[in-house]
């Protein structure tokens, strides 16, 4: 089962991920827990972007590699890149500002201003 993916059997809305278990030391996480947005494409895409970047971007290897033709190569990277592109959420501007508070580049009044 693609868990990205997973639907409500009832509402059909999709189901969060809210716990993670290690099946070795039993130790259980809760909470809400986000998958990347190469986890929500489709499984044969996710190989498709593994194969692409461990042979450096080349399209010649992608052909050879799946048997098909540049322009296929191509269109089913411009798919992928829709599809990532649906699921891209731009960061907060505040995110920058709180990771420099994070680091210590900045005090607890310097971000306040900033933030504000």
């Given amino acids: 089962m693609d868990i990205a993916k997973a639907l409500c059997p009832d509402c059909k809305a999709p189901l969060s ?3 993670l278990a290690c099946p070795t030391c039993k130790l259980n996480l809760e909470g809400d ?3 990347s947005p190469l986890g929500k494409l489709r499984p044969d895409d996710q190989a ?3 194969a692409f970047v461990r042979h450096h971007g080349s399209l010649k290897k992608m052909e ?3 048997e098909i033709s540049y322009p296929t190569v191509k269109n089913r990277l411009n798919a992928i890149a829709a599809a990532l592109d649906k699921n891209f959420v731009n960061p907060s501007p505040n995110l920058y500002v709180l990771e420099q508070l994070s680091r210590g580049e900045l005090t607890v009044e310097e971000t306040l201003e900033k933030l504000s």
Wanted: no cysteine.
């Fill in 17 to 19: 991920i809210t716990r």
């Fill in 33 to 35: 827990f986000e998958v």
């Fill in 48 to 50: 498709f972007v593994i």
């Fill in 64 to 66: 050879a590699i799946f």
